[in-house]
């Protein structure tokens, strides 16, 4: 399977403040995923990062506040904006996998702490 | 939109007993059923999938089973070992035709005690 990097690996911001968290692949992938996982929650999908378009937002997440970049098919970024610490989560890229497409593989995670 | 459950959300077994987990699905159209162990600070780990045209799927230890007319699959965990121990999500998606988007359960602590 693919390798998926993230950076940072964790951060601490300070409320009010914008955080940019970065996924890399190492082969091209069509789809790119971004996640949240509240402490000792499960996963919410946050949003598709398509490439070449827009994003893709779930029900309750919105391109304001989660702007997703997705410019070529190893790389897409996702910002949290204007943080507020319920904004403190670990947040997860995935990809597809090769072989079946609705296979779905994690990054490492971001884990952000708002103050 | 789907929504799966999932129970229990913690179990606690001795090493060598079997473990159960069980989820229930909303949407008869989902067709793609992953489980994932994620261990503390740990991404998630893609452990075992089914599909809809499977009722019965086994790796060594592990096996699934998905019961389509009744909407649940459930994992099991055979001879129960330390290493076991994490956080299992199961998760269910449909082909849209675009992306298949997972929706997860709400988890499941497994503790194996020696």
């Keep these: 399977s693919a390798v998926i990097s993230q950076k940072p690996s964790r951060d601490i911001c300070q409320r009010g403040t914008s955080l940019t968290i970065q996924c890399q692949v190492d082969s091209q992938v069509t789809m790119m995923f971004w996640y949240r996982q509240q402490p000792g929650q499960s996963l919410t999908l946050i949003a598709t990062a398509n490439q070449g378009s827009e994003a893709t937002y779930e029900s309750g997440f919105v391109i304001d506040k989660f702007p997703i970049s997705r410019p070529n098919l190893t790389f897409s970024t996702l910002t949290v904006s204007n943080m507020s610490p319920e904004d403190s989560s670990i947040y997860l890229c995935s990809v597809e996998g090769q072989a079946s497409t609705d296979t779905q593989y994690f990054g490492p995670g971001t884990r952000l702490t708002v103050l | 939109g789907e929504n799966v459950e999932q129970h229990p959300s913690t179990l606690s077994v001795q090493e060598g007993d079997s473990a159960v987990i069980k989820c229930t699905y909303s949407d008869s159209a989902s067709n793609y059923f992953p489980w994932?162990?994620?261990?503390?600070?740990?991404?998630p780990q893609l452990i075992i999938d089914i599909r809809s045209n499977v009722g019965e799927k086994k790796d060594q230890r592990i096996a699934v089973t998905l019961n389509k007319t009744a909407k649940h699959f459930s994992l099991h965990i055979t001879e129960t070992q330390p290493e076991d121990?994490?956080?299992?999500?199961?998760?269910?998606?449909k082909d849209?035709?675009?992306?298949?988007?997972?929706?997860f359960g709400t988890g499941t602590r497994l503790q194996v005690t020696l």
């Design chain 2, 36 to 43: 994932y162990k994620q261990e503390l600070g740990k991404r």
């Design chain 2, 85 to 93: 121990s994490a956080v299992y999500f199961c998760a269910a998606s």
């Design chain 2, 96 to 103: 849209t035709g675009t992306a298949s988007k997972l929706t």
